[in-house]
């Protein structure tokens, strides 16, 4: 049997009902108490929730330990450390639709927890119907060279495809050039939508003259709503290769997304010290198609905590490269 179908298990009612109270809660104290008013988000403010939410996501997996083992514990943590690891590329595209849309920096924070208000019900989506998906497309056992083999073509498609991503991310530059203006988001936005010409404060929608109008703010919510659809076509398939248990796949895609926010504002002004991780990410993205395609084809098993030593190893690595190995200037 696949490791992928080994890991599933039932889950305490309350430790469901505690992840449901803990997220709508934070939510909650978010947008009515803590960031009731526009403001520009400090570095000491966003390097305190980053803290805060990662100590949160960490407790979370403690509980889990206790309540399903160690084994579910490290799936949590390893499926938590690959979306927080590939949203790191999230986090430079916010940054370029930010500027490209020139979005004031005291408005910034209430369109990424929109974006993660949608990104919350997206990846739900994503994630049960890719596991609904996954158990209607087993192949039938056959048996080859003495070996007998179930193979998942969806796995398999999954693990190719990530190795793709992963192999062409190494040549992959930036977006720095990327006009916004043509997103098909934009464009469908426009034709659904008559928006104003300017911001109007941090309003999404106006009404002048009895007609009902879009801001631009709006409009930058739809793009990082579509920006985060776009990638969590990596993101789910890559964790799916961790356990096939909806409870941890869920939980820890959303303590990553939940502390997304706040790490965008401790990254947005150090970006540039980071110039290496792209390619921890490509090395990241083709170790877990490889682990896939393992798992599904030949049945070699990856345990999670030999995957989560080599993820946070490569992040590790590669921000210390950024660090240490100084850019040369161009002549």
Request: proline share 3%; charged share 15%; with cysteine.
């Amino acid at each position: 049997m696949l490791s992928f179908i080994s890991h599933k298990q039932d889950h305490h009612p309350l430790i469901i009902v505690g992840f449901a109270i803990i997220i709508l809660g934070m939510l909650l104290l978010d947008l009515g108490v803590f960031n009731r008013k526009n403001h520009k988000v400090s570095n000491r403010e966003a390097i305190r929730w980053s803290i805060f939410w990662i100590a949160l996501s960490l407790a979370f997996a403690f509980l889990i330990w206790l309540e399903s083992g160690h084994v579910a514990a490290s799936d949590f943590v390893s499926a938590y450390l690959i979306e927080k690891a590939l949203s790191m590329d999230n986090i430079f595209v916010f940054i370029l639709i930010f500027r490209f849309f020139n979005v004031a920096e005291e408005y910034q924070h209430k369109v990424l927890f929109y974006g993660i208000i949608g990104a919350i019900i997206s990846r739900a989506l994503f994630i049960f119907a890719g596991l609904s998906l996954i158990k209607l497309t087993y192949l039938p056992i056959f048996v080859l060279w003495g070996k007998e083999y179930h193979i998942n073509l969806i796995l398999a498609i999954f693990g190719f495809f990530l190795l793709y991503a992963g192999i062409k991310s190494f040549s992959h530059d930036t977006h720095q050039n990327k006009d916004f203006s043509r997103n098909w988001i934009v464009s469908i936005a426009h034709r659904l939508f008559p928006f104003t010409p300017d911001y109007v404060g941090s309003r999404f929608f106006i009404r002048k003259s009895g007609r009902l109008l879009a801001t631009p703010l709006f409009l930058v919510v739809c793009v990082v709503e579509g920006t985060d659809v776009v990638f969590a076509v990596d993101s789910i398939p890559a964790i799916f290769a961790i356990t096939d248990d909806p409870f941890i796949l869920y939980t820890s895609n959303i303590f990553a997304i939940l502390g997304l926010r706040s790490l965008y504002f401790v990254f947005a002004n150090l970006m540039p010290m980071f110039r290496f991780l792209h390619y921890g990410l490509a090395f990241i993205l083709s170790f877990i198609g490889i682990k896939m395609l393992l798992s599904d084809i030949w049945q070699i098993d990856i345990s999670s905590l030999i995957s989560l030593s080599i993820v946070a190893g490569v992040l590790i690595l590669s921000v210390l490269a950024s660090m240490v190995i100084k850019e040369t200037p161009e002549k």
